[in-house]
């Protein structure tokens, strides 16, 4: 079945520290992937996305993740955390056949101490 | 440009009652696709809306029903609420044409269901 795994669910960084969320995929084909950010009492902003193309994918407020085919990963990182990265992290397959639909992960809150 | 609006922010039903949730998609959009988000997980697709069709839809009973209209915009009907209903509605508009389908999201309805 087509899905979308983040392990955990809750990360928690000190302010400057790496921040890194984790996402893996189960498909034969890989889908185009997605990452969200959800503040509180908020819908959902995408943060960045992989399609085609350059598997670094650049996204904003300093995000980055990088698409790997070989482990059916697209794993977020920011070098730096900041207080305001705190928030819920949503990553999203969008599959063969599936046109628009997006399949979610379950999500992982990030927690960032001062 | 205005974004994806829903309405209303919030709503309390008790059980068995009926729910209407509206959405406006994002201006030039025509597709509309409807998420649940229960507390704690990721959003969950119920179904997408194109050309006042339902195209595809998840794993939610038939007491999930919707529409759209000529000006794209959407409704999601519920009825014989269940406690269980309870969660986040996230409308997400979207190209039917677009090349990658990018969605864009909703702030959401919250529906409570005592």
């Known amino acids: 079945a087509q899905s979308v795994t983040q392990l955990g669910s809750h990360v928690s960084v000190s302010e400057g520290a790496l921040v890194l969320l984790r996402c893996n995929y189960s498909?034969?084909?890989?889908?185009?992937l997605f990452w969200y950010v959800q503040y509180p009492n908020q819908g959902l902003q995408l943060l960045l996305k992989?399609?085609?193309?350059?598997?670094l994918v650049k996204g904003i407020n300093g995000f980055e993740a990088e698409f790997k085919k070989s482990e059916t990963s697209f794993h977020l990182t920011k070098p730096s955390a900041h207080m305001s990265d705190a928030a819920e992290y949503f990553c999203?397959?969008?599959?063969?056949?599936?046109?628009?639909?997006?399949?979610f992960g379950k999500g992982i809150t990030l927690s960032v101490r001062p | 440009d205005a974004g994806v609006t829903q309405s209303p922010t919030h709503l309390i039903k008790t059980r068995g009652q009926q729910v209407t949730l509206r959405c406006s998609p994002k201006?030039?959009?025509?597709?509309v696709s409807w998420y649940q988000q229960a507390l704690g997980q990721g959003p969950q697709f119920i179904f997408q809306?194109?050309?006042?069709?339902?195209?595809q839809r998840g794993n939610f009973p038939d007491r999930f029903s919707g529409h759209q209209f000529p000006n794209y915009s959407s409704e999601l009907n519920v009825n014989a609420l269940l406690l269980g209903d309870s969660a986040l509605y996230l409308c997400?508009?979207?190209?039917?044409?677009?090349?990658?389908?990018?969605?864009?999201f909703g702030p959401g309805t919250r529906l409570t269901v005592l």
């Open positions: 997400a508009s979207s190209l039917w044409e677009g090349v990658y389908n990018e969605q864009f």
């Open positions: 498909s034969s084909v890989p889908p185009y």
């Open positions: 992989y399609t085609t193309g350059a598997t």
């Open positions: 999203a397959g969008r599959f063969t056949g599936a046109n628009s639909k997006l399949t």
């Open positions: 201006s030039g959009h025509d597709t």
């Open positions: 809306y194109y050309e006042e069709e339902e195209r």
